[in-house]
């Protein structure tokens, strides 16, 4: 994947099953590509912060309805580490706001990640609104990471909405030939590269 992505995500699954070394090897494996511990942080935020950034991560998942203390805490420990968090809304998913009008985050904080939640996709659930959310996300300012059942399906849509990240998992992960569908995904965006946290309104 190293030739095609800018950012690999260590999922939550990955995460739980080999623990930091998931991270480690990643590093190894792709020096030159940052990556991205989905950690969904709801509390412990700085020990969480100094484990992943620790070992190399240089992003880190932080759940929406977490504490405005850990909030802090992360963001602290991310400033530090010279690193960037990405705060999950998926305990929101589907409902019509995701973060509260006055909510503020840290300033290490680049991003508003936008699920669609594996298991309500799993049930059957085709809702589109994690694609509209990504519209009212960047109305109030926040740079968006849309993840969930993006692969060449559904492409089209996504980019149409012009997320800043894209997370494509089992489109890839679970795909016969991984390398051709993550070529072929790169090969569409129309601007890939676009949204680092440098370029944060």
């Not at 494996?29 to 991205?36: A, G, K, N, Q, S």
């Not at 240089?58 to 203390?69: E, G, I, N, Q």
């Not at 589109?128 to 519209?135: D, G, K, P, Q, Y």
């Not at 968006?144 to 494509?168: C, Q, R």
């Amino acid at each position: 994947m190293k030739a095609f992505a800018d950012i690999i995500e260590i999922g939550t699954p990955l995460l739980k099953r080999l623990g930091l070394s998931a991270i480690t090897t990643a590093r190894e494996l792709c020096p030159d590509v940052m990556v991205l511990a989905d950690t969904k942080t709801v509390d412990g935020g700085q020990l969480e912060a100094d484990m992943v950034f620790g070992a190399g991560a240089a992003f880190m998942t932080v759940l929406s309805c977490a504490s405005s203390a850990t909030h802090e805490a992360v963001g602290k420990r991310a400033a530090a580490f010279g690193a960037t968090v990405i705060v999950d809304t998926i305990t929101e998913a589907g409902k019509a706001e995701l973060l509260p009008l006055d909510a503020v985050f840290p300033e290490s904080f680049g991003y508003v990640a936008v699920h669609s939640p594996t298991d309500a996709r799993l049930a059957g659930n085709t809702s589109t609104s994690h694609l509209e959310a990504v519209r009212k996300m960047h109305d109030r300012g926040f740079l968006v990471s849309l993840a969930g059942g993006i692969g060449p399906d559904t492409l089209e849509a996504v980019i149409a909405v012009e997320p800043e990240i894209l997370v494509v998992g089992s489109a890839i992960t679970e795909s016969a030939n991984p390398k051709e569908v993550a070529r072929w995904i790169r090969d569409r965006l129309p601007n890939p590269g676009r949204g680092w946290p440098s370029d944060k309104r």
